[in-house]
């Protein structure tokens, strides 16, 4: 089967780093791209090299972490999805990671074929995360913190944004509200208007006051 998924390892750990990208470069729908011991080794290399689809970044690095290393890297690669990789599953390494633009949250002792699943789901527009991590998501929005421009969306609307930032697909959410796809689109092209923002990342960081610094 032809390689398709161009993937780089972001892991400061040696052993690691290996076992990832044996794993990666064994699976038949899957291509290494790069491997790297730290973020700031990551961004020298970016200029002129092939852009990975996907990232498996670190959060514990070397230099910059790979948290406050993501609004670099998504300025550089914007089309490059990126997979927090960490033993860390605080709320605040969680949220922060997630806030700054990674797509995906997986701990360390997560299962090879559940890595490999994870970036395929990354790939496929989901949003992976570790059991654990996705409980977190859930009970930080089961309990709304809402900035005041929430005020100006109606709950159908709030409901929409809420579901977009636990990783639901549109097909999803129209599925979960009994809604068209298109009715979905139109609710989000409302939501964006209303906030003056271009992306559901921007619209989730406005709606739940969460910083993008």
């Not at 290393?69 to 998504?74: G, V």
């Not at 959410?173 to 923002?197: M, Q």
Request: charged share 25%.
């Amino acid at each position: 089967m032809e390689q398709t998924i161009c993937i780089t390892v972001v892991e400061d750990n040696d052993v690691i780093r290996e076992g990832l990208c044996e794993l990666i470069a064994t699976a038949p729908d899957f291509r290494l791209c790069g491997s790297f011991s730290s973020a700031d080794a990551f961004l020298a290399a970016i200029p002129g090299a092939e852009a990975p689809e996907l990232v498996l970044l670190d959060v514990h690095l070397p230099g910059r972490s790979g948290i406050e290393a993501l609004p670099e890297i998504k300025n550089l690669l914007p089309d490059t999805l990126l997979m927090m990789y960490t033993v860390f599953e605080d709320d605040e390494s969680v949220f922060n990671a997630l806030s700054r633009g990674a797509s995906g949250y997986l701990l360390k002792k997560t299962a090879p074929e559940q890595i490999l699943s994870a970036l395929r789901e990354l790939r496929n527009g989901g949003s992976p995360m570790s059991a654990e991590i996705a409980r977190k998501v859930v009970n930080s929005f089961q309990r709304p913190n809402y900035g005041p421009e929430a005020g100006n969306l109606t709950e159908r609307e709030l409901e929409i944004v809420s579901l977009l930032a636990l990783g639901y697909l549109y097909k999803e959410i129209a599925d979960r509200l009994d809604l068209s796809v298109n009715t979905v689109k139109k609710h989000l092209y409302n939501v964006y208007e209303k906030l003056h923002v271009q992306n559901r990342t921007e619209a989730v960081n406005k709606v739940f006051q969460r910083s993008q610094a």
